[in-house]
């Protein structure tokens, strides 16, 4: 299949329409249309219908290899040219919010970085399309252990460091004042879905072997600071690393309905803060790994040899 009319299609059927599509991608209307019937005409098969503009069950399933195919295509490109360039002066890093730890951010050079904070999941295909130079990416992990990365291109991993896990709880929180908590016995508790924030929901269930750990509110952003607040305002536990959590309660918005039963694990504080607790079993760690492709040179390479990383 020709990528450029894939490309066209993914567009159309992302913004389900061929004008809105058109306007995305610097065509003509007619042009669009031109070229997903090309694409249609080469698989011998619809793949939009056009009132309302909607994949087709073909459609859909194109949709999902479409993805994987064109970033591997912007990975290939990237990589080749950054081969064939010069060693980029500057370093472009993309990292997840708790990947920043202090480690890493004493790691940084004192000039000519930029710094994307964005969602987890971002990251790999951030480095594989070219648009970071680095990624780090962090998660829950068994001690020196890998971390799942997802496969969207030929990516090197490495260690970049390890540190203890802390339960996020409201300062009122019946559990707040005990010395550490096991993961297993909050499966019951409500917690905060925050995918690009806190720790996975989905590694947490991973790590325990239990279902469970049910989502009480889903945060979207980036933002370390909101997902504490949200705690401590008694919306759900998080699970952060202990660099990233409050040493004591934390400033936040103040809980309204008192600390609840002592068998209540996702109760509401009352004193308007947040503490973080040591998570004592099952043995995991907070694990951040650097991501790259092929070698690092210039600014991506002092950046690498300054964390002392190893091959994981």
């Known amino acids: 299949m020709d990528p450029h009319l894939l490309r066209t299609y993914v567009t159309v059927a992302r913004l389900a329409s061929f004008s809105a599509a058109a306007r995305a991608l610097g065509y003509t209307q007619s042009a669009v249309s031109q070229q997903v019937a090309a694409l249609e005409q080469d698989l011998d098969t619809p793949l939009l219908t056009r009132r309302p503009v909607a994949p087709t069950r073909a459609g859909e399933r194109l949709l999902e290899h479409a993805g994987p195919l064109l970033l591997r295509l912007d990975a290939a490109r990237?990589?080749?040219?950054?081969?064939?360039?010069?060693?980029?002066?500057?370093?472009?890093?993309?990292?997840?919010?708790?990947?920043?730890?202090?480690?890493?951010?004493?790691?940084?050079?004192?000039?000519?970085?930029?710094?994307?904070?964005?969602?987890?999941?971002?990251?790999?295909?951030?480095?594989?399309?070219?648009?970071?130079?680095?990624?780090?990416?962090?998660?829950?992990?068994?001690?020196?252990?890998?971390?799942?990365?997802?496969?969207?291109?030929?990516?090197?991993?490495?260690?970049?460091?390890?540190?203890?896990v802390c339960v996020l709880l409201p300062a009122g929180h019946p559990l707040a004042h005990r010395a550490g908590l096991r993961l297993g016995d909050l499966a019951d508790a409500r917690w905060l879905d925050a995918p690009g924030t806190g720790l996975p929901l989905d590694q947490l269930r991973a790590a325990t072997g239990r279902t469970g750990f049910r989502p009480a509110l889903r945060y979207d952003g980036t933002d370390v600071r909101t997902l504490i607040a949200l705690a401590a305002a008694g919306h759900g536990l998080a699970l952060l690393p202990r660099s990233a959590a409050p040493a004591g309660p934390a400033t936040g918005a103040r809980g309204t309905d008192g600390a609840g039963g002592s068998g209540d694990t996702g109760g509401t504080g009352d004193s308007g803060g947040a503490v973080a607790v040591p998570l004592t079993a099952p043995r995991v760690v907070h694990r951040t790994e650097l991501l790259h492709t092929g070698a690092l040179r210039g600014a991506a390479a002092a950046f690498a040899a300054r964390l002392e990383i190893t091959r994981s």
């Open 78 to 164: 990237a990589e080749v040219l950054a081969l064939a360039g010069e060693p980029d002066e500057g370093l472009t890093l993309a990292a997840a919010p708790t990947a920043l730890t202090p480690r890493t951010l004493r790691a940084l050079p004192s000039t000519g970085v930029t710094l994307r904070v964005v969602d987890r999941a971002a990251v790999p295909e951030a480095v594989a399309a070219g648009a970071a130079q680095l990624g780090l990416v962090d998660g829950l992990a068994a001690p020196t252990d890998p971390l799942r990365v997802a496969d969207v291109a030929p990516l090197t991993t490495r260690g970049a460091g390890e540190e203890p």
